[in-house]
Protein backbone atom coordinates (compact mmCIF):
# COMPACT_ATOMS: atom_id res chain seq x y z
CA UNK A 1 0.00 0.00 0.00
CA UNK A 2 1.19 3.38 -0.66
CA UNK A 3 2.46 5.57 2.19
CA UNK A 4 2.40 8.83 -0.47
CA UNK A 5 1.52 11.99 1.50
CA UNK A 6 -1.24 13.83 -0.40
CA UNK A 7 0.57 17.72 0.66
CA UNK A 8 3.41 16.60 -0.16
CA UNK A 9 2.60 15.61 -3.66
CA UNK A 10 0.69 18.88 -3.87
CA UNK A 11 4.19 20.84 -2.83
CA UNK A 12 5.92 18.89 -5.12
CA UNK A 13 3.36 19.81 -8.30
CA UNK A 14 3.52 23.40 -6.90
CA UNK A 15 7.71 23.38 -6.73
CA UNK A 16 7.84 21.82 -10.63
CA UNK A 17 5.28 24.29 -11.69
CA UNK A 18 6.77 27.12 -10.72
CA UNK A 19 7.84 29.59 -13.34
CA UNK A 20 8.53 32.99 -11.69
CA UNK A 21 11.74 34.85 -12.31
CA UNK A 22 14.05 37.79 -10.46
CA UNK A 23 15.65 37.73 -7.63
CA UNK A 24 12.72 37.37 -5.13
CA UNK A 25 11.32 34.59 -6.96
CA UNK A 26 15.09 32.45 -6.38
CA UNK A 27 15.01 33.82 -3.01
CA UNK A 28 11.32 32.15 -2.22
CA UNK A 29 12.33 29.03 -4.45
CA UNK A 30 15.30 28.38 -2.47
CA UNK A 31 13.33 28.89 0.72
CA UNK A 32 10.64 26.64 -0.46
CA UNK A 33 13.07 23.88 -1.24
CA UNK A 34 13.88 23.71 2.01
CA UNK A 35 10.94 22.48 3.09
CA UNK A 36 9.93 20.83 0.24
CA UNK A 37 11.37 17.49 -1.79
CA UNK A 38 12.91 17.93 -4.88
CA UNK A 39 10.63 16.32 -7.69
CA UNK A 40 13.22 13.69 -8.13
CA UNK A 41 12.42 12.46 -4.27
CA UNK A 42 8.62 13.09 -4.84
CA UNK A 43 8.48 10.57 -7.77
CA UNK A 44 10.38 8.49 -5.51
CA UNK A 45 8.15 8.56 -2.56
CA UNK A 46 5.10 8.04 -4.85
CA UNK A 47 6.46 4.45 -6.08
CA UNK A 48 4.25 1.38 -4.83
CA UNK A 49 6.18 -1.13 -1.94
CA UNK A 50 6.57 -4.17 -3.77
CA UNK A 51 4.59 -7.44 -2.41
CA UNK A 52 6.75 -10.26 -1.10
CA UNK A 53 7.13 -13.38 -3.10
CA UNK A 54 4.12 -15.29 -2.77
CA UNK A 55 6.05 -18.72 -2.76
CA UNK A 56 8.15 -16.69 -0.04
CA UNK A 57 4.65 -16.40 2.06
CA UNK A 58 4.12 -18.24 5.14
CA UNK A 59 0.62 -17.30 4.87
CA UNK A 60 -1.69 -17.96 1.47
CA UNK A 61 -2.92 -15.32 -0.02
CA UNK A 62 -6.06 -16.69 -0.94
CA UNK A 63 -6.86 -16.06 2.92
CA UNK A 64 -7.63 -12.64 3.73
CA UNK A 65 -4.89 -11.45 6.28
CA UNK A 66 -7.68 -10.47 8.98
CA UNK A 67 -8.76 -14.14 8.87
CA UNK A 68 -5.40 -15.34 9.71
CA UNK A 69 -3.93 -12.82 12.04
CA UNK A 70 -7.14 -11.72 14.66
CA UNK A 71 -7.56 -14.31 17.49
CA UNK A 72 -11.26 -16.08 17.53
CA UNK A 73 -11.91 -15.35 13.37
CA UNK A 74 -13.37 -17.62 11.53
CA UNK A 75 -11.60 -20.07 9.96
CA UNK A 76 -11.74 -20.46 6.44
CA UNK A 77 -13.46 -23.57 4.96
CA UNK A 78 -10.04 -24.96 3.42
CA UNK A 79 -7.73 -24.54 6.16
CA UNK A 80 -10.55 -26.12 8.66
CA UNK A 81 -10.83 -28.97 5.76
CA UNK A 82 -6.87 -29.27 5.93
CA UNK A 83 -6.64 -29.04 9.51
CA UNK A 84 -9.37 -32.06 9.83
CA UNK A 85 -7.77 -34.31 6.88
CA UNK A 86 -4.34 -33.99 9.20
CA UNK A 87 -5.75 -35.01 12.68
CA UNK A 88 -7.46 -37.86 10.28
CA UNK A 89 -4.28 -38.89 8.89
CA UNK A 90 -2.85 -41.89 11.36
CA UNK A 91 -6.85 -42.59 11.38
CA UNK A 92 -7.03 -43.41 7.82
CA UNK A 93 -4.13 -45.24 7.25
CA UNK A 94 -5.11 -47.63 9.79
CA UNK A 95 -8.60 -47.60 8.22
CA UNK A 96 -7.43 -50.21 5.58
CA UNK A 97 -5.81 -52.90 7.81
CA UNK A 98 -8.85 -52.57 9.63
CA UNK A 99 -10.64 -53.19 6.35
CA UNK A 100 -8.45 -56.16 5.53
CA UNK A 101 -9.26 -57.84 9.07
CA UNK A 102 -13.01 -57.37 8.36
CA UNK A 103 -12.60 -58.99 4.70
CA UNK A 104 -10.45 -61.85 6.29
CA UNK A 105 -13.71 -62.73 8.75
CA UNK A 106 -16.05 -62.40 6.41
CA UNK A 107 -14.44 -64.06 3.96
CA UNK A 108 -16.78 -61.74 1.01
CA UNK A 109 -16.35 -62.77 -2.24
CA UNK A 110 -16.07 -59.25 -3.32
CA UNK A 111 -13.50 -58.50 -1.20
CA UNK A 112 -10.34 -57.67 -3.66
CA UNK A 113 -12.92 -54.80 -5.19
CA UNK A 114 -14.13 -53.47 -1.89
CA UNK A 115 -10.43 -53.20 -0.79
CA UNK A 116 -9.36 -51.34 -3.62
CA UNK A 117 -11.91 -48.95 -3.29
CA UNK A 118 -10.74 -48.12 0.34
CA UNK A 119 -7.40 -47.46 -0.24
CA UNK A 120 -8.35 -45.23 -3.10
CA UNK A 121 -10.45 -43.67 -1.01
CA UNK A 122 -7.62 -43.25 1.70
CA UNK A 123 -5.10 -42.29 -0.64
CA UNK A 124 -7.43 -39.50 -2.18
CA UNK A 125 -8.46 -38.10 0.77
CA UNK A 126 -4.35 -37.95 1.91
CA UNK A 127 -3.64 -36.05 -0.61
CA UNK A 128 -6.34 -33.84 -0.47
CA UNK A 129 -5.06 -33.04 2.59
CA UNK A 130 -1.62 -32.32 1.56
CA UNK A 131 -3.24 -30.07 -1.08
CA UNK A 132 -5.93 -27.99 1.21
CA UNK A 133 -3.27 -27.04 3.70
CA UNK A 134 -1.91 -24.89 0.65
CA UNK A 135 1.59 -25.63 1.19
CA UNK A 136 4.20 -22.93 -0.42
CA UNK A 137 6.10 -23.54 -3.46
CA UNK A 138 9.29 -23.98 -1.21
CA UNK A 139 7.78 -26.48 0.62
CA UNK A 140 6.57 -28.89 -2.34
CA UNK A 141 9.99 -28.86 -4.25
CA UNK A 142 11.95 -31.00 -2.13
CA UNK A 143 9.27 -33.45 -1.56
CA UNK A 144 8.65 -33.85 -5.60
CA UNK A 145 12.66 -33.97 -5.52
CA UNK A 146 12.53 -36.72 -3.77
CA UNK A 147 10.06 -38.36 -5.00
CA UNK A 148 11.24 -38.27 -8.68
CA UNK A 149 14.54 -39.93 -6.93
CA UNK A 150 12.83 -42.66 -5.61
CA UNK A 151 11.22 -43.40 -8.92
CA UNK A 152 14.00 -42.96 -10.91
CA UNK A 153 15.73 -45.46 -8.85
CA UNK A 154 13.03 -47.85 -8.92
CA UNK A 155 13.36 -47.43 -12.97
CA UNK A 156 17.19 -48.12 -12.68
CA UNK A 157 17.27 -51.16 -10.85
CA UNK A 158 14.40 -52.35 -12.70
CA UNK A 159 16.36 -55.26 -14.00
CA UNK A 160 16.93 -56.76 -10.07
CA UNK A 161 13.36 -58.11 -8.59
CA UNK A 162 12.48 -55.73 -5.03
CA UNK A 163 16.48 -54.28 -5.03
CA UNK A 164 14.62 -51.11 -5.15
CA UNK A 165 15.62 -47.30 -3.24
CA UNK A 166 12.08 -46.29 -2.89
CA UNK A 167 11.58 -47.69 0.75
CA UNK A 168 15.09 -45.52 1.90
CA UNK A 169 14.44 -42.45 0.09
CA UNK A 170 10.79 -42.53 1.66
CA UNK A 171 12.08 -43.01 5.02
CA UNK A 172 14.93 -39.92 4.74
CA UNK A 173 11.98 -37.98 3.26
CA UNK A 174 9.78 -38.84 6.91
CA UNK A 175 12.68 -38.24 8.92
CA UNK A 176 13.89 -34.94 7.50
CA UNK A 177 10.74 -33.14 5.83
CA UNK A 178 7.84 -34.97 8.69
CA UNK A 179 5.59 -38.16 8.03
CA UNK A 180 3.41 -36.43 5.79
CA UNK A 181 5.90 -35.82 3.56
CA UNK A 182 6.92 -39.14 3.24
CA UNK A 183 4.19 -40.62 2.67
CA UNK A 184 3.78 -38.55 -0.29
CA UNK A 185 7.44 -39.33 -1.58
CA UNK A 186 6.78 -42.85 -1.32
CA UNK A 187 3.12 -42.21 -3.18
CA UNK A 188 3.83 -40.36 -5.61
CA UNK A 189 7.11 -42.67 -6.51
CA UNK A 190 5.17 -45.57 -6.81
CA UNK A 191 2.47 -43.91 -8.99
CA UNK A 192 4.89 -42.22 -11.37
CA UNK A 193 7.13 -45.08 -11.91
CA UNK A 194 4.18 -46.93 -12.63
CA UNK A 195 4.01 -45.18 -15.68
CA UNK A 196 6.90 -47.05 -16.94
CA UNK A 197 6.54 -50.14 -15.12
CA UNK A 198 2.78 -50.86 -16.08
CA UNK A 199 0.04 -49.00 -14.22
CA UNK A 200 -2.95 -51.90 -12.50
CA UNK A 201 -5.20 -52.14 -9.55
CA UNK A 202 -1.87 -52.79 -7.94
CA UNK A 203 -0.83 -49.38 -8.12
CA UNK A 204 -2.95 -48.09 -5.31
CA UNK A 205 -1.84 -50.81 -3.17
CA UNK A 206 1.97 -50.12 -3.87
CA UNK A 207 1.05 -45.92 -3.04
CA UNK A 208 -0.24 -46.83 -0.14
CA UNK A 209 2.53 -49.61 1.27
CA UNK A 210 5.47 -47.10 0.28
CA UNK A 211 3.61 -44.29 1.78
CA UNK A 212 3.29 -46.19 4.86
CA UNK A 213 7.17 -46.65 4.79
CA UNK A 214 8.01 -42.94 4.83
CA UNK A 215 4.95 -41.71 7.61
CA UNK A 216 6.12 -44.57 10.01
CA UNK A 217 9.92 -43.25 8.95
CA UNK A 218 8.54 -40.08 9.77
CA UNK A 219 7.05 -40.46 13.32
CA UNK A 220 10.43 -42.44 14.01
CA UNK A 221 12.54 -40.09 13.58
CA UNK A 222 10.68 -37.51 15.40
CA UNK A 223 10.68 -39.74 18.32
CA UNK A 224 14.02 -39.64 18.56
CA UNK A 225 14.93 -43.26 17.33
CA UNK A 226 17.52 -42.76 14.22
CA UNK A 227 19.79 -40.13 16.54
CA UNK A 228 21.47 -39.92 19.64
CA UNK A 229 21.41 -36.26 21.21
CA UNK A 230 24.80 -35.93 20.09
CA UNK A 231 23.26 -35.43 16.39
CA UNK A 232 25.13 -38.85 15.88
CA UNK A 233 22.92 -41.79 13.62
CA UNK A 234 21.68 -44.82 15.66
CA UNK A 235 22.89 -46.86 13.05
CA UNK A 236 21.21 -50.32 13.74
CA UNK A 237 18.16 -48.69 15.00
CA UNK A 238 18.09 -47.19 11.37
CA UNK A 239 18.60 -50.76 9.86
CA UNK A 240 16.03 -52.64 11.88
CA UNK A 241 13.79 -49.73 10.26
CA UNK A 242 14.86 -50.74 6.89
CA UNK A 243 14.68 -54.08 7.93
CA UNK A 244 11.07 -53.60 9.08
CA UNK A 245 9.96 -51.18 6.16
CA UNK A 246 10.82 -53.87 3.70
CA UNK A 247 8.78 -56.17 5.79
CA UNK A 248 5.79 -53.96 6.35
CA UNK A 249 5.56 -53.21 2.13
CA UNK A 250 5.20 -57.02 1.89
CA UNK A 251 2.89 -57.66 4.40
CA UNK A 252 0.27 -54.87 2.78
CA UNK A 253 0.95 -56.35 -0.76
CA UNK A 254 0.53 -60.05 0.21
CA UNK A 255 -2.40 -59.25 2.40
CA UNK A 256 -4.16 -57.80 -0.18
CA UNK A 257 -3.05 -60.78 -2.61
CA UNK A 258 -4.28 -63.25 -0.42
CA UNK A 259 -7.37 -61.82 0.67
CA UNK A 260 -8.47 -61.11 -2.57
CA UNK A 261 -7.35 -63.92 -4.50
CA UNK A 262 -6.71 -66.98 -2.79
CA UNK A 263 -9.52 -69.18 -3.31
CA UNK A 264 -10.48 -70.85 -1.54
CA UNK A 265 -9.03 -69.29 1.13
CA UNK A 266 -7.44 -71.74 3.14
CA UNK A 267 -4.36 -71.25 6.07
CA UNK A 268 -2.23 -74.15 3.55
CA UNK A 269 -2.83 -71.71 1.11
CA UNK A 270 -2.22 -68.64 2.64
CA UNK A 271 1.07 -69.97 3.81
CA UNK A 272 2.08 -71.33 0.34
CA UNK A 273 2.19 -67.64 -0.81
CA UNK A 274 3.60 -66.28 1.71
CA UNK A 275 6.42 -68.78 1.41
CA UNK A 276 6.24 -67.55 -2.56
CA UNK A 277 6.74 -64.35 -1.82
CA UNK A 278 8.99 -64.53 1.06
CA UNK A 279 12.16 -63.94 -0.78
CA UNK A 280 11.21 -60.90 -2.50
CA UNK A 281 10.41 -59.29 0.71
CA UNK A 282 13.83 -60.45 2.43
CA UNK A 283 15.38 -58.72 -0.79
CA UNK A 284 13.88 -56.09 -0.48
CA UNK A 285 13.84 -55.38 3.11
CA UNK A 286 17.96 -55.83 2.40
CA UNK A 287 18.02 -53.33 -0.28
CA UNK A 288 16.57 -50.60 1.54
CA UNK A 289 19.03 -51.31 4.34
CA UNK A 290 21.87 -50.89 1.93
CA UNK A 291 20.70 -47.84 0.43
CA UNK A 292 19.69 -46.48 4.05
CA UNK A 293 23.25 -47.28 5.11
CA UNK A 294 24.63 -44.76 1.94
CA UNK A 295 22.11 -42.43 1.74
CA UNK A 296 20.81 -41.89 5.81
CA UNK A 297 23.54 -39.71 6.64
CA UNK A 298 24.64 -37.54 3.89
CA UNK A 299 21.18 -36.98 2.50
CA UNK A 300 19.78 -35.94 6.14
CA UNK A 301 22.59 -33.43 7.05
CA UNK A 302 21.89 -31.59 3.68
CA UNK A 303 18.28 -32.06 3.73
CA UNK A 304 18.03 -30.64 7.52
CA UNK A 305 20.38 -27.65 6.00
CA UNK A 306 17.32 -26.37 3.93
CA UNK A 307 15.01 -27.33 6.40
CA UNK A 308 16.42 -24.84 8.99
CA UNK A 309 16.87 -22.01 6.67
CA UNK A 310 13.47 -22.17 5.06
CA UNK A 311 11.69 -23.65 7.75
CA UNK A 312 10.31 -27.05 4.94
CA UNK A 313 9.21 -28.98 7.76
CA UNK A 314 5.40 -30.20 7.09
Not at 35 to 44: E, G, R, S, W
Not at 83 to 101: D, G, Q
Not at 161 to 172: E, M, N, T, Y
Not at 234 to 252: D, E, K, P, Q
Request: charged share 15%; aromatic share 8%.
Amino acid sequence: MSTTDPNRDMRCVSARTSTRGGSDASAQNAARNEQDPPAAACAVNRQETPAPAAFLGEKSASVPAHAQDVPGAVTPAPALLGRTLRALEAPLLLAVPAVMAAALLTNASSAAGFMLLVVALVIVLFFAGYESSRPALRQIMPTLVLAALAAAGRLLFGPIPDFKPVSAIAIIAGATLGPRNGFMVGALAAFTSNFFLGQGMWTPWQMYAWGVVGYLGGALAQAGVFTRRDGDVRFWALMACGLGSGLVYGAVINAYDIIGFVRPLTLPGALARLAAALPFDLTHALATCIFLAALYAPWVRRIERLVRKFNLRG
